[in-house]
Every structure is written in C-alpha cells, then in structure tokens.
C-alpha cells in the first residue's frame, strides 16, 4: 500500500502568491518523521523541511512551513510569497520509527510552476 | 565542504549490458542510500551501506548491487540491464540513520537511458 500520497500531479501559480502543496501518509508507527524535498530540473534534491510526529507545533523555515494535522494524516506543505525560482518538483517523504535500519520513502511529487 | 558526488552524470548502455556508478558522500557522513528515480516518478529506495555492508534493500531484483568502501564511498552495480533501468540514480548521504530527523542529502545524479 502507498504510504505517501501527493493527489496534485502539477500546480501552476502567480508569483508572489502563497502555495500548499498536499501530502497524506499512512503509518501505524506512533513515532515518525516527515519531510519535504524539492527538486529542480537539475536533479539534485534538496532538504526543505522536517516535522516530528511528537512535535507540538509545526515547522517552520524560512517561507516554508509545514501544515501537520496529525489526525488527518496530513503534512501539508506551505510556501509563501512564492517566486520563480521555486518552480520545481516537489517530494513529500516519511520515515517510519527510531530503528537504525529505517529507510525514508517518498510520495510520487507535485510539479509547482510559478508565474511570472 | 563539498557534498554528495555521483559520478557519470549520463550513462547510455544497451540492453544485456552492465553499468557501475559511483557516489562519494557528503563529508563527515557514513551512510549511502541510493534511490531509483523513474521520469515522472519519486524516489524508490534500493538499498542503503553502512559500515561496508548493505543494511536493508527496497524491492529491487538481486541485479542490484552494490558496495561501500573504507573511505565510505559507494558503487552500485546494475547487471543484465533491461530498458526499464533507464533512470536518474540518485545517491544520498547521511549522518546517525538512527535519528527520525536525520535528512538526506542528495547527489545530482546519473541518468542511465538503456538503449
């Protein structure tokens, strides 16, 4: 069963605008890890965000920030003020339990395309 | 501080052949995953090195090998390529794995098309 699910395939939005990107998870794990990665056409990609399941509050960095809503198993991704060069694909990803031998997966990703 | 390398950047080999890549981690880091990446898709784990020994493999045929070396730099191997290995392999790097925060960090990449 797929554990992260990204419904939005792509999003177009007007610079400047605010953006969420949605992300749901499915664990029986109490203790998990959630983070969001971006990807430009480069490849590489890059850390933006964690969020603990036992954190209280949500994450913030920067114009990211993290919508957890625990009971709805949802890690929402927020981006602020968005500028063109956020345009990229985005990769929602969980990490299930504190075992050494845990692995993080990831969602299928949306595409963000910013607007001048 | 230079981070993760992968190198080739681009690979293009037929069906029935081998390839090897290579990763050098981030520094200071100890442990290499590397991910398949299919166009249009996410990340797929394959398997992850840690003290010269694979830890734990995603669900990936026994085509898929690898290696971790002393200086914690990693091979994976591909054999008897089929055109559904046509990729970005993705290499990451990390610090603790025992850590639930504990992010990755990426390399650029080698994309392999098989012909």
């Known amino acids: 069963a797929q554990k992260i699910t990204q419904t939005q395939p792509g999003m177009f939005v007007q610079e400047k605008e605010a953006v969420t990107l949605d992300c749901t998870y499915d664990?029986?794990?109490?203790?998990?890890?959630l983070f969001w990665y971006k990807q430009p056409s480069s490849g590489e990609m890059i850390f933006l965000i964690y969020?603990?399941?036992?954190?209280?509050q949500n994450a913030t960095e920067g114009r990211y920030s993290l919508n957890f809503q625990k009971a709805r198993k949802s890690a929402n991704l927020v981006i602020s003020a968005s500028q063109l060069g956020d345009s990229a694909m985005y990769f929602c990803?969980?990490?299930?339990?504190?075992?050494?031998?845990?692995?993080?997966?990831f969602g299928k990703g949306t595409r963000l395309h910013i607007l001048p | 501080d230079a981070g993760v390398t992968q190198s080739p950047t681009h690979l293009i080999k037929t069906r029935g052949q081998q390839v090897t890549l290579r990763c050098s981690p981030k520094?200071?880091?100890?442990?290499v995953s590397w991910y398949q990446q299919a166009l249009g898709q996410g990340p797929q784990f394959i398997f992850q090195?840690?003290?010269?020994?694979?830890?734990q493999r995603g669900n990936f045929p026994d085509r898929f090998s690898g290696h971790q070396f002393p200086n914690y730099s990693s091979e994976l191997n591909v054999n008897a390529l089929l055109l559904g290995d046509s990729a970005l392999y993705l290499c990451a790097s990390s610090l603790d794995p025992g850590a639930i925060y504990e992010k990755l960090f990426f390399g650029s990449g080698t994309q392999l098309s098989v012909l």
């Open positions: 090195y840690y003290e010269e020994e694979e830890r």
């Open positions: 969020q603990g399941s036992y954190d209280q």
């Open positions: 990803a969980m990490r299930e339990g504190q075992r050494v031998d845990d692995k993080i997966i």
């Open positions: 520094s200071g880091h100890d442990t």
């Open positions: 664990t029986s794990d109490p203790s998990y890890g």
